[in-house]
């Protein structure tokens, strides 16, 4: 995410570090420098240049403190200003009303409809929400099918009419559906273009009128740059709508739409959405996306995705497990599943800070798991529970199961082994030592690395 424009800032802010004081010299090569770095990650050039001023306007003259540097104090300034740009606070959404109607729009390709899936999702698991996803894409071939699956994938109801073609009907009908059904939130799934168009809107301003929404949602692909604003100015002549859903911030984005949509249209962004996973849905923290531009990382989201992972009652049954040293494969594969519904691989990576730089090059595919996964299935269920009965005969069979080469299967076997010395330690007096070298950095981590983790 933002890996190029994160690049072009860290050297534009070179500049000044190691400098002893800030200079109008040294202030100017530095604000040049990101103005340049923000025009080409496609930030209007208009608020490229009023951002870069205020930067200027607040350096000059400050007087650095003997526990900052120069470089150090400008990172600050400009984080400041990138956070103000975003929009300063988290805008959640409205879900007073009953039922809360949300209204979803964009283009065709933004996402419009893996997004109303994943919003479904999000209002079940962490509002206690029962949503209702309605298709009203009467256009797009497949389109109905599409939520159909969204919907039986995070287990709730969708509403749709095969054979009606008027989506103000069919958002109605569906609405009174809601309230005879007791849901409590009525997701409506409009239809897109590939252009702006008059037909598309007056169509999305007659489902506006209609159903009176109580947020209305705009999705823009967050690929396409400052395209995705001027479609965003254009959408809210007609809506006025409450809120900005960024979508596809896991591709090659330059970050011009995040940084631009606040000060343009003057509507918060509400949601950031990466990859496929229902689960990979986001609500938006201007703060915390300007400590990623800037390389800081963000690690209250990353514990917060975990967090939501976290099961108190199994972890209180793998506590009892490790104690007992009856720590098996099965619960490694719990742990591991726990890992990949926190979201993709190197976004939850790019989180930790210094290590998104780090990786930019690298390629982290999703199905790092796979083969251990493959080996672990590969097993009886009684070497998954007592893998000490594992012999050399029993790896043999295993890797040819699992169709991997031995050394794959000792590999595993032995970062497992350190795996659970590691969480052995951690129930004893040893534990509170380990967590502060883990604080503070431990390289080789078992369990973390080795060439199962790769092709």
């Known amino acids: ?13 070179q500049n000044i570090q190691g400098r002893g004081k800030i200079t109008e010299i040294n202030v100017a090569e530095t604000v040049k420098e990101i103005r340049r770095a923000l025009v080409d990650a496609d930030v209007n050039y208009k608020v490229a240049k009023d951002l870069t001023k205020r930067v200027q306007d607040k350096a000059l003259g400050q007087n650095v403190l003997t526990s900052i ?27 007073s009303d009953k039922p809360t109607i949300i209204l979803i729009a964009g283009l065709q390709g933004s996402g419009k409809t893996t997004f109303s899936g994943k919003l479904a999702n999000y209002l079940k698991q962490k509002r206690s929400k029962n949503p209702l996803l309605v298709a009203c894409d009467v256009y797009r071939p497949a389109a109905i099918d599409q939520l159909t699956v969204l919907a039986d994938q995070v287990g709730v109801t969708i509403y749709k009419e095969i054979e009606n073609k008027n989506p103000v009907e069919i958002s109605q009908n569906a609405i009174q559906f809601a309230k ?42 967050a690929m396409t ?19 900005v859903v960024l ?4 591709g090659d984005t330059r970050g011009g739409a995040a940084l631009t949509v606040r000060s343009v249209v003057h509507k ?18 201007p703060e915390r996306m ?13 514990v917060e995705r975990a967090q939501e992972q976290f099961d108190e009652e199994e972890a209180k049954k793998l506590h009892k497990k490790i104690a007992k040293n009856e ?9 591991i599943n726990q890992i990949k519904k926190m979201g993709n691989m190197k976004d939850l990576m790019g989180m930790l800070p210094g290590v998104g730089k780090a990786i930019k090059d690298v390629d982290i595919n999703d199905d790092a798991f796979k083969h251990i996964e493959a080996i672990i299935y590969s097993m009886t269920p009684e070497e998954r529970r007592k893998p000490s009965v594992i012999d050399m005969n029993r790896k043999k069979r295993i890797a040819k199961g699992a169709g991997r080469k031995l050394e794959d299967v000792n590999a595993l076997m032995k970062q497992f082994e350190q795996m659970s010395k590691m969480m052995k330690m951690m129930q004893g007096p040893q534990g509170k030592q380990l967590m502060q070298m883990m604080s503070k950095g431990m390289p080789n981590m078992p369990g973390m690395g080795g060439k199962l983790f790769g092709k």
């Open 290 to 302: 300007a400590d990623r531009i800037l390389g800081m990382g963000d690690v209250v989201s990353l």
């Open 180 to 221: 005879e059904n007791k849901h409590d939130v009525v997701i409506i799934d409009t239809a897109g273009r590939l252009a702006i168009d008059e037909a598309m809107m007056n169509e999305i301003r007659n489902v506006h009128q209609a159903v009176k929404p109580t947020e209305t949602l705009f999705v823009v692909d």
């Open 327 to 335: 720590f098996g494969f099965d619960d490694f594969l719990t742990q």
């Open 268 to 285: 918060p962004i509400k949601f950031i959405s990466t990859g496929e996973k229902m689960e990979a849905l986001d609500l938006f923290y």
């Open 69 to 95: 540097t120069p470089g150090q104090l400008m990172t600050k300034i400009v984080h400041d200003e990138l956070v103000e740009l975003m929009g300063t606070t988290q805008e959640g959404i409205n879900l």
């Open 1 to 13: 995410m933002f890996n190029s424009l994160q690049d072009k800032l860290d050297k534009a802010l």
């Open 247 to 250: 979508t596809k911030l896991d």
């Open 225 to 243: 740059g400052q395209d995705a604003v001027n479609t965003a100015l254009a959408f809210n002549h007609v809506l006025d709508y409450n809120g």
